[in-house]
């Protein structure tokens, strides 16, 4: 259970801070945010439960100092988990659940089999803005127990437009093994009611080392951002005509190790972290290639009525390495004691969203909206070098309608309430595991799963500058499917009747408190989250996870503020704090802690940003992550994490026509072991953070 202190501080903070932003109060003008992820138009301050929106400027901000999107949400989300700076993000979760991603609200995740590949699926020089919507909610349907995490792309110009951006990165132990190159170039323009954009995105990454001057381990199997190429193509068109618009957004995004360096094991009872040498590793390179097609329509005034619809694919392709000595979940007699294979896991989605909304409905202060959505993915996962299959192929058919009200009747208060009823089914053909497993031949079936799931919420503005807001939403999810249909050991199993295949149903509750004037933007919140039949990662000997079905519990609080304290210069506070705990003995108590590859650590994050001059802006920032132990059902501490701090500093420089960007990534050079090394100790896993790097980028547009 969170401490209730943590909240009365965070509210007294925010009083104390605000009073003084009110007497300080001038005349800058107050913006309002719109955000398009909850399936229409709303202002942010009418939206009752915390939301974060990551501006162009933000994120071009932080893209100056890495192109890592997981940094980028940890630096400014603190509940979001930190980084493991490799290409999977297995374990990194939002308020301690898996969030969903979407690219335009195009779904990314594959909660059939959660392969940790949805942290890379796009550039980051293709991206506007990031809206992120915290906490369990049903607003797009399946996989968002823990959020939203929405990329939205840019938009075409409204005048001819190319741009192009070169970065650089590299550390000084050796600037040649450590370099990372990458170039962007995008051309936009308008052409009477049409218009494009199109750019063409290449990156080569070298290795890093860590604070004390050593190579970081390779994540050879898992897959790694050090020793890759990247490749992203982008294109997105739009005709419009009276209210009207249609347009088409493709993207393919192709991240792949080169296999040059081979990950040396560390040794966890003695400290000694993972490390990697140049080699020659067998099969094909760690590998993530994502293609997205959406094809949108929006009409203001359809029937009266402002319609948006939307057909889109999603077509997933995730490699993973080949292990340096044979695997024993690998191992089949047919094929010889020391068979070497890989894993591929591969989605295809198709789906139709369609939303109408309408405002003052009858003369009355009600909008309503309310649609229809489709949603139909295939899922499975091969070994590549054998054809065989480890997961057989999943299709998941979900259709779900959704009616949401919004009045603003009473002065000052908008009431919010919605119903989402799902209808789902999972079809699973006959299938035997593999000989690791015992051959275990399993039954196929179609289960079903239907859900009907609600949300209410308020928001009341006490005065221009105060607000309060309160909700209480629930999301709909598949478990893991695929990692649990892999590990069935048991004879005479199906698919129809096994348990674990239950859905996954989250309930979120939130109140918070919100102060903002031309000075001062500061929020507080709390939250609880909480499944009868929740899933927990637990690694298992062979370092390959398992999908425990528990109830859980989540409570936890996030803070923020930012100061504008001069014209020049603003500072900003972020703290999350969250506690996860889970049933351990099916007693319907929840008694033992939520590991790290669930819940992320509290943390604190602080920055400075200055405009020295209408040419020159600099900025400052401080990632605290506190100490934490993990405790059993007894009381008994089996997991302890030593928090770190690291600092980044970076600076934007009008010149030669363009933007300079300057940067240093951990300037303190840190020495550390990551969160989820520490917290999911596996000696060949075993990697410490990336030490201090510099960072340089031009980018120009003409």
């Avoid at 999107?69 to 400014?76: A, D, E, F, Q």
């Avoid at 995730?318 to 024993?328: F, I, K, N, V």
């Avoid at 600099?618 to 132990?629: E, I």
């Avoid at 501490?637 to 600076?651: C, M, N, P, Q």
Wanted: one cysteine or more.
């Amino acid at each position: 259970m969170i401490k209730k202190e943590c909240v009365a501080v965070s509210a007294l903070v925010v009083t104390v801070l605000a009073g003084n932003a009110n007497a300080a109060d001038s005349a800058r003008g107050l913006e309002e945010v719109m955000v398009t992820s909850s399936r229409i138009d709303r202002p942010l301050s009418t939206i009752p439960n915390t939301v974060t929106v990551i501006s162009s400027a933000e994120l071009e901000q932080q893209l100056a100092i890495h192109n890592d999107i997981s940094t980028v949400l940890g630096n400014l989300i603190p509940s979001f988990s930190p980084s493991r700076q490799k290409m999977t993000n297995a374990g990194e979760s939002l308020r301690g659940r898996k969030p969903l991603y979407m690219i335009d609200g195009v779904p990314q995740s594959s909660p059939l089999r959660e392969g940790g590949r949805d942290g890379h699926i796009i550039d980051s020089a293709v991206l506007s803005r990031v809206e992120v919507l915290h906490g369990a909610n049903a607003i797009h349907g399946l996989g968002a127990s823990g959020g939203i995490i929405n990329l939205i792309t840019r938009r075409p110009s409204e005048k001819f437009e190319q741009s192009v951006r070169v970065d650089s990165t590299f550390q000084t132990e050796d600037v040649g093994e450590s370099a990372d190159y990458g170039v962007t170039y995008s051309i936009s323009n308008r052409f009477g009611n049409a218009d494009v954009l199109a750019s063409l995105s290449y990156r080569e990454a070298g290795i890093a080392y860590d604070a004390n001057g050593d190579v970081i381990g390779s994540d050879n199997t898992q897959g790694d951002t050090m020793d890759s190429r990247t490749i992203n193509a982008f294109i997105k068109t739009g005709y419009e005509w009276d209210d009207q618009r249609v347009e088409v957004m493709f993207n393919r995004y192709d991240i792949e190790g080169n296999n040059d360096w081979i990950s040396i094991p560390g040794n966890v009872a003695t400290g000694t972290p993972s490390s990697a040498v140049r080699g020659f590793i067998e099969g094909e390179g760690a590998r993530n290639k994502v293609t997205n097609l959406a094809l949108t329509y929006t009409n203001e005034v359809f029937l009266g009525q402002n319609l948006r619809a939307q057909i889109f694919s999603q077509d997933l392709e995730a490699t993973y390495g080949a292990e340096a000595t044979p695997l024993d979940t690998f191992q089949d007699p047919a094929y010889g004691p020391n068979l070497i294979d890989q894993s591929q896991n591969n989605s295809e989605k198709q789906g139709v969203k369609l939303t109408l909304s309408k405002r003052d409905i009858a003369g009355l202060p009600v909008t309503v909206v309310y649609g229809f959505d489709v949603l139909i993915d295939e899922t499975w996962q091969e070994l590549i070098q054998t054809g065989r299959s480890w997961v057989p192929k999943s299709r998941y058919e979900n259709y779900a309608s959704f009616l949401q009200l919004d009045y603003t009747g009473i002065d000052r208060l908008t009431l919010t309430g919605g119903l989402r009823y799902e209808d789902a089914k999972l079809e699973v053909d006959d299938f035997t595991t593999l000989a690791s497993a015992g051959s275990r031949f399993v039954r196929g079936g179609e289960p079903s799963f239907s859900e009907t799931l609600y949300n209410i919420g308020a928001t009341y503005r006490l005065t221009d500058a105060w607000r309060v807001f309160a909700n209480r939403a629930e999301a709909f999810s598949m478990p893991d499917v695929g990692r649990v249909l892999r590990g069935i050991n048991i004879p005479n199993q199906s698919v129809e009747s096994f348990l674990d295949l239950q859905p996954v149903l989250t309930e979120n509750t939130e109140v918070g408190l919100e102060f903002k004037n031309a000075v001062l933007d500061a929020q507080v919140a709390y939250f609880r989250s909480s499944s009868d039949l929740g899933q927990r990662l637990q690694r298992g000997s062979d370092g390959i996870y398992s999908v425990q079905r528990e109830k859980t519990q989540i409570d936890g609080v996030e803070f923020r503020t930012a100061w504008h304290a001069t014209d020049a210069d603003t500072f900003g506070i972020r703290y999350a704090h969250t506690d996860g705990r889970y049933d351990s003995n099916a007693d319907g108590r929840v008694d033992a802690d939520l590991g790290g590859a669930n819940v992320a650590p509290d943390r604190v994050n602080v920055s400075w940003d200055r405009a020295w001059s209408p040419a020159v802006s600099s900025r400052l920032q401080v990632n605290h992550l506190l100490d934490r132990d993990f405790e059993n059902s007894a009381g008994v501490t089996t997991v302890e994490f030593d928090g770190y701090t690291t600092v980044d500093v970076s600076a934007d420089i009008a010149a030669f026509g363009g933007t300079v960007s300057a940067a240093v990534q951990n300037l303190t050079n840190e020495d550390y072991f990551t969160y989820h090394s520490q917290t999911n100790a596996i000696d060949v896993r075993y990697f410490k953070g990336i030490g201090r790097t510099f960072r340089l980028q031009y980018q120009v547009g003409f």
